[in-house]
């Protein structure tokens, strides 16, 4: 008995959105589905069109959902590093990628459990007119979720399958 292949092996691979209009606060501006790393990489070199500074943004998910994986091809994109020079910010807390007309902030909020160690990263300082604050764990604090531009939603479907929500304020 021959198994069959996923459907999406059979269907070509392209970086569509789903355009949805809805009226709740936050807007569904793209959603797709990657099956590989490679593909969440691609993806996310298609936000920088969105992502243009000064922006803050919130990236959700659980660990291991691919959230620096995006970052490699946001990076990528705005040409302020090399997809292999991105990596997890969990113990510096704060990666720093100058671009020649962005720079980028990838902070990892994991470890930070009060607003008072918050307070000792001087995240307001990274703020500029060329900056991009890439917040993951932001959601632990209400004053992120509030002022976030745009929010990046990425759930583990299977082993290598990502579902990404990008959304709007």
């Excluded at 007119?129 to 004053?143: A, N």
Aim: hydrophobic share 35%.
């Amino acid at each position: 008995m021959s198994e069959q292949a996923p459907p999406h092996l059979h269907q070509p691979r392209t970086y569509t959105a789903c355009v949805r209009n809805e009226t709740s606060a936050s807007q569904t501006l793209r959603e797709i589905t990657t099956y590989s790393a490679e593909e969440t990489i691609a993806f996310g070199r298609t936000l920088a069109e969105w992502l243009a500074p000064p922006k803050l943004v919130l990236l959700r998910g659980d660990l291991g959902a691919g959230k620096t994986t995006l970052v490699k091809g946001i990076a990528a994109a705005f040409r302020a590093a090399e997809e292999d020079d991105v990596t997890s910010p969990t113990f510096t807390l704060v990666h720093e990628y100058r671009g020649p007309r962005v720079n980028l902030f990838h902070i990892d909020l994991y470890r930070i459990d009060t607003p008072r160690e918050l307070d000792t990263l001087a995240l307001d300082d990274l703020r500029s007119s060329d900056s991009i604050l890439l917040v993951e764990w932001g959601e632990k604090f209400p004053r992120f979720v509030r002022e976030r531009d745009v929010e990046i939603v990425l759930e583990r479907v299977g082993e290598n399958e990502r579902r990404i929500q990008v959304k709007s304020r």
